[in-house]
């Protein structure tokens, strides 16, 4: 079905595109480096690319883009072997110079655990479904309601703590 | 949705990403290459066509057993027919409990909760059954048991779902794939339910109306049922989602009326992906009277050459539109069904095609026509009486085979 396979081409190429900030966001989340989520992201869509006939839906495929990136994500961080946030000017280069009255939410919501980074990130900056959040973390709704509901919990403490205004 | 909620969302929106200058430009770049990359290898394949086209031919009949619709909705939305396939006691049943447990569309529903946490084995088998389940079509053999409260359940032991407290109770042994599969099922059907209830319900009417008098009255078929029964069609036979295509409707008077069809309603569906479905229906009787599938401006499904048969192909051939027809009437009970073709002195299909024919137990008789090569439905007709086929017996014997009595 040639036809078919260059749509498909055709049609994660866009995806990608469309996505590419939001891919970037979720990779930062969990590497907490700006080089390294860049590299991740690269990472996936050529492994994405390559296995793209294993798609059977191509309307699930952003999520499943996103569950290839959670997952490169992960396998980057056991490399690497290092998890601790990086504070560096380099790092916000929109924001720079920028802290506390105007700190940007990414900011904060980098700052809690990675199972609450991730659900955050996905539910409320890629707006995902939970159905589609278990789907691309592979753990059960309940699972994702729960995280979600103490991660609310952690990022207002934290909101608080911080005087944050936003 | 609360206020903090909100908050987060609205703060969300107006976050800035910490990308570097270049990352825009590496990752179009990428694309670009990825995207010449894909050029190059369809250059090759194309060179190497005519040795793949002797190997197609020699092995259409395995390429045809295993195809389910091998020309046209090659993306198969497993779940979506499978939620289709629910029936009317089904989908009421979980609307009902819906609407007794106050959850609505707009409502953030409370998570399920369970008696016990799932092993880890469990949530792994969990997770990998969800994957097949949306994309490779495995579907558990029974329903998970409901109740609307746990003491009406007669085997508390097994697992069960009790709407009142939208609790669902696990057994103490490690679940199996099917009760995991009971699982995953309902979830999604309950999730469908709340979704679809207004469509489905104009759907269910619909589908009543067509089943309980599927050849009305002349003038009976309005230009909206028209549409709203040729894109049933699709969406049981081909599993298309037909929100997603341009519609056109035409209003089309015979210049020769042939039997009671004086006028037809042209309904054609465009799809992205340059298939055309353009589906007759007599205005006078309701009833489909042809679905022409188009590639651009190619005829799909066009009587060729005669093709080999054999039992597993016609079987399968024969499987595949009961279930198509099921998933379209569900409450349909076929008491017999057969598949026929015109047999050539060398034991071939004449022109390629089958008649697939199904009766009901109210008396209704659906017929298919099959055309092999492109694995297309030129036409379905439902009648009250038993049809004589129009294949051309010139070329053989219309062999016969009865597949369920």
């Known amino acids: ?166 | 949705m609360n206020k903090f909620d909100k908050e987060i969302r609205r703060l969300a929106k107006q976050s800035k990403c910490p990308t570097s200058k270049n990352y825009e430009i590496k990752i179009n770049n990428l694309l670009e290459d990825l995207g010449n990359k894909a050029s190059g290898q369809t250059t090759e394949k194309a060179a190497r066509r005519p040795f793949f086209k002797l190997g197609i031919v020699a092995c259409a009949l395995a390429v045809i057993c295993l195809v389910s619709v091998p020309v046209t909705a090659q993306i198969i939305d497993y779940v979506k027919q499978r939620m289709l396939s629910m029936s009317d006691n089904e989908f009421e049943e979980i609307a009902d409990s819906n609407d007794e447990n106050n959850i609505t569309r707009e409502h953030d529903t409370e998570a399920i909760t369970y008696s016990r946490e799932m092993t880890q084995q469990e949530e792994k088998r969990y997770s990998e059954l969800w994957d097949k389940y949306e994309n490779e079509g495995v579907f558990p053999e029974g329903k998970l048991q409901i109740v609307d409260k746990l003491e009406d359940s007669e085997n508390i032991d097994s697992l069960v779902y009790e709407t009142y407290n939208r609790k669902l109770f696990l057994p103490e042994k490690e679940l199996s794939d099917e009760e995991l599969l009971e699982i995953i099922d309902y979830n999604y059907k309950a999730d469908y339910v709340l979704q679809n209830s207004d469509e489905a319900k104009a759907l269910k009417e619909a589908r009543q109306k067509y089943l309980s008098d599927p050849y009305p009255n002349a003038t009976d078929l309005s230009e909206e049922e028209a549409a709203a029964k040729a894109a049933f069609y699709l969406e049981a036979m081909y599993g298309l989602d037909f929100t997603a295509m341009d519609k056109t409707i035409e209003f089309v008077e015979s210049e020769q009326p042939v039997s009671d069809n004086y006028a037809d309603w042209e309904v054609t569906f465009k799809g992205a992906d340059d298939f055309k479905y353009l589906i007759k229906l007599s205005q006078n009787t309701g009833q489909i009277s042809s679905v022409q599938v188009f590639k651009g401006e190619t005829f799909l499904g066009e009587p060729g050459e005669d093709a080999e048969i054999n039992e597993t192909l016609y079987t399968s051939v024969y499987e595949q539109t009961k279930e198509r027809l099921e998933n379209m009437y569900p409450s349909s009970e076929i008491t017999k069904g057969l598949i026929a073709y015109v047999k050539t002195e060398d034991n071939k299909a004449a022109y390629g095609v089958l008649d697939i024919q199904f009766f009901t137990k109210d008396g209704y008789c659906f017929y298919f026509q099959y055309v092999l090569k492109d694995g297309i439905y030129d036409f379905l007709f439902t009648f009250q009486h038993e049809y004589d086929s129009n294949l051309d017996s010139s070329k053989g014997d219309y062999l016969v085979i009865l597949m369920d009595e």
């Open chain 1, 1 to 166: 079905m040639k036809g078919n396979e260059q749509c498909l081409n055709s049609y994660f190429i866009e995806t990608v595109s469309n996505n590419k900030t939001s891919m970037f966001r979720l990779a930062y989340s969990i590497v907490l480096n700006v080089e390294d989520a860049e590299d991740v992201v690269g990472e996936t869509i050529l492994k994405a690319f390559s296995h793209l006939e294993k798609l059977r839906n191509h309307k699930k495929m952003k999520a499943w883009i996103f569950q290839i990136l959670v997952n490169e994500s992960k396998s980057y961080l056991k490399k690497r072997s290092r998890i601790e946030l990086v504070e560096d000017s380099s790092l916000f280069i929109q924001n720079e110079g920028k802290k506390d009255t105007d700190s940007d939410l990414l900011e904060l919501v980098c700052q809690l655990d990675d199972s609450f980074r991730e659900v955050l990130i996905l539910y409320y900056f890629e707006e995902f479904s939970v159905k589609e959040i278990a789907k691309i973390l592979a753990i059960r709704e309940g699972t994702v309601k729960s995280r979600l509901s103490r991660a609310r919990e952690e990022l207002k403490k934290l909101m608080e703590s911080n005087h944050w205004k936003g």
